[in-house]
Every structure is written in structure tokens, then in C-alpha cells.
């Protein structure tokens, strides 16, 4: 059974860094796009950047373009997302989320395992 845990979130000041991990259990990366989203307080849920089952890469979000990246372990079956830069709307749960094809989509839909969700809080 494909699930979906992640870490890594919590306070930091504007201008500072986090990573958030997303471990997957039950399928390979080959074989699944990981993509993390986000929601803020008020606003709608968000697609961010997609790992597809190449390792290839696809940013959907233009504000977080040149501060967050993607990236996966193999070996460990872990997806990142490094965040620099912080800034104080970048505030928000973020998710990663799986679907069962190797090919990215920013369809929040098409996803059809979701992690529980971690906090990330950007103020000073």
C-alpha cells in the first residue's frame, strides 16, 4: 500500500532555509510522480515542483522558482523539497502527494495518495 510521511517543517525566520521530506512506502520512485503542494491560510491549494519516475523535474509555481528544489533518494525512497529564501508567504501546510504514473501533473485530482501535511511558518 503506497503511503506517503513527511517532515521537516516548522518556524523560520524570513531569509532562512528549510527541508522537508517525503518518505514513500509500498511503491518504487520509478514508477511514481511526487509532486508538493501547499496550502495557505485563505487561499487555495497550490501545485509547487514534481519529481516524475525519470527524475526529471517540473516547477509549476513561478514565486517559488529559484528558491525551492526538488529532489529524491532512490536509495532511501525520499523526495526533498529545499526551501531558501523564506519569506513570510511562503507560509503555509505544505503536502506531498503520489500518482500511480511515472509522468508529473499539476492536477491535484490525479494524486491519489497524500502525505498528513507539515507546517511551515515564516515570521520573525
Known amino acids: 500500500q503506497l503511503q506517503l510521511v513527511e517532515s521537516g517543517g516548522g518556524l523560520v525566520q524570513p531569509g532562512g532555509s528549510l527541508e522537508l521530506s517525503c518518505s514513500v512506502s509500498?511503491?518504487?520512485?520509478?514508477?511514481?510522480?511526487i509532486t508538493w503542494f501547499r496550502r495557505a491560510p485563505g487561499k487555495e491549494r497550490e501545485g509547487l515542483l514534481c519529481?516524475?519516475?525519470?527524475?526529471?523535474?517540473?516547477n509549476y509555481e513561478d514565486s517559488v522558482k529559484g528558491r525551492f528544489t526538488i529532489s529524491r533518494d532512490k536509495v532511501l525512497n525520499t523526495v526533498y523539497l529545499q526551501m531558501n529564501n523564506l519569506r513570510s508567504e511562503d507560509t503555509a501546510v505544505y503536502y506531498c502527494?503520489?500518482?500511480?504514473?511515472?509522468?508529473?501533473?499539476?492536477?491535484?485530482?490525479?494524486?491519489?495518495?497524500w502525505g498528513q501535511g507539515t507546517q511551515v511558518t515564516v515570521s520573525s
Open positions: 502527494a503520489a500518482r500511480r504514473r511515472a509522468g508529473c501533473s499539476v492536477s491535484a485530482s490525479t494524486y491519489q495518495v
Open positions: 509500498g511503491s518504487t520512485l520509478d514508477i511514481t510522480a
Open positions: 519529481v516524475d519516475g525519470t527524475g526529471g523535474t517540473v
